[in-house]
């Protein structure tokens, strides 16, 4: 929705004031990161496909509740009974609407007081209440309704999300409300999909079966007992890292090519823990783009690029990974049973042999230990100052003082891709 924040604000008009969206999800970093999630839940990907729809400043609340619940108990022909809500604690509106449109009784209309339910872009920027719907797939399943003590299980789960946004904060702690209220919604394809398709897990939609499936062949392992989670791992892994290469990422020790390096290397530990010891990330790429390439025309055409960028990255990262993980071992083999692991070592493992933190965390999960990641920081933050000290020390230039510089050398320059056109007569 960042792209509209504007439109939503009424800084910026369309010529339209309904949308509707699909877009490529990634969430494994930052505010939401739902990388621990993957291969352990029914209902995480770290990449995923979200649908939406939008309203600026057209209809609002009650429309699209009721387009929501069209969509889901008409079009798809869902349960009604299998379907519950809830809202954000004081948004009687919201309530009222579910039981007048919807006809919901009351119990399966929950108020939830948490940020769960009020969506906001930041401190600042628009922002308002939600309304979240959730499918029961049924009782033999773990996990109990949203807002009780076990809902993080996975029977209850959510299919979309509806943001009523109808205030603005200006960032000194009040909020307005926005002249004209608007809507956003997100629905995730994989968890629709695996309702409609009559399975409880996304990991069994055909989708995943099919990249599962080449995972199980090209490592003679089943996705059975203990192996079954890296074979998910895998699976989501492979989509991840492959749009983002397709999307113009590589991989880097910082930023958003640090956060790719991550996904490729927890995957590469999970296929070693499936006993490969010659790169297999690269060999999945044709069946993700035998599934996906129509669809998404960028992995057709990225993938010689993908298929190499895998390749490179596992070759270079093998030896480091066997090497890392005995050291691991035999670190572990010290502690008590409950011990964490101590920061310094985590930190070597990341300094020396490349081990993200996420990585090491993920290891140590099969026997329910832990990171001191305080220790790690501090370890991390100890390095970095030797670092600085070293290079003040060296008498170079830093970077921004480079670029001012320069600038004060050559003038300043004037942007003029807006007006411009560029030899071929487009907009620069
Ligand atoms: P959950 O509470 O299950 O983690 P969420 O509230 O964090 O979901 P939203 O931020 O509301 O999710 O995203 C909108 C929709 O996108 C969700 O209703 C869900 O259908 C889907 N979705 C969210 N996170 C994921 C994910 N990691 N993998 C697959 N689908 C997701
Ligand atoms: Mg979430
Ligand atoms: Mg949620
Ligand atoms: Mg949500």
Request: charged share 30%.
């Amino acid at each position: 929705m960042v792209p509209f924040k504007n439109v939503f604000t009424g800084a910026e008009t369309r010529d339209y004031s309904r949308a509707v969206s699909s877009q490529k999800c990634l969430r494994a970093g930052g505010k939401h990161n739902d990388l621990d999630n993957v291969g352990y839940t029914a209902r995480h990907h770290t990449f995923f496909e979200m649908l939406g729809n939008f309203s600026f400043g057209d209809y609002f609340k009650d429309q699209a509740i009721g387009f929501a619940w069209d969509l889901v108990t008409g079009t798809f022909g869902l349960d009604r009974d299998r379907l519950l809500v809830t809202v954000y604690h004081d948004d009687d509106e919201a309530f009222d609407l579910w039981r007048k449109i919807a006809g919901l009784p009351e119990e399966r209309i929950i108020r939830i007081a948490t940020s769960d339910n009020f969506w906001s872009m930041g401190d600042t920027g628009p922002c308002g209440p939600c309304s979240e719907i959730f499918f029961d797939h049924g009782t033999d399943i773990p996990g109990g309704p949203p807002g009780s003590p076990d809902e993080d299980g996975d029977r209850f789960i959510e299919i979309w999300n509806l943001v009523f946004m109808q205030f603005e904060q200006p960032g000194d702690g009040t909020r307005h409300a926005l002249p004209k209220p608007s809507i956003d919604t997100g629905m995730g394809l994989e968890r629709i999909a695996a309702v409609l398709q009559g399975v409880h897990d996304n990991y069994d939609i055909d989708l995943f079966k099919k990249l599962i499936a080449a995972s199980v062949d090209l490592t003679g392992v089943k996705a059975e007992g203990k192996e079954r989670a890296s074979h998910r791992v895998i699976a989501d892994h492979l989509r991840a890292m492959s749009f983002l290469i397709a999307d113009g990422v590589l991989p880097s020790n910082e930023g958003r090519g640090y956060v790719l390096r991550r996904i490729m290397r927890r995957a590469m530990r999970h296929a070693h823990m499936l006993g490969t010891r010659a790169p297999l990330m690269h060999r999945l790429v044709p069946a993700l783009v035998d599934e996906m390439g129509t669809a998404f025309g960028e992995l057709r055409r990225a993938q010689p690029l993908i298929t190499e960028t895998l390749k490179l990255e596992e070759e270079r990262f093998r030896s480091m990974l066997e090497r890392g993980l005995r050291l691991l071992d035999e670190e572990v083999g010290k502690l008590s049973p409950s011990q964490a692991l101590p920061g310094d070592v985590a930190f070597r493992l990341y300094d020396t042999f490349g081990f993200p933190l996420d990585l090491t965390q993920d290891a140590l999960r099969e026997d329910g230990r832990v990171v001191d990641s305080a220790g790690f920081e501090t370890a991390m933050a100890e390095q970095r100052a030797k670092a600085r000290a070293a290079w003040s020390g060296s008498g170079q230039k830093s970077t921004e003082k480079l670029w001012f510089d320069l600038r004060d050398e050559a003038g300043g320059t004037e942007f003029l891709g807006y007006s411009a056109l560029d030899a071929e007569g487009k907009t620069l």
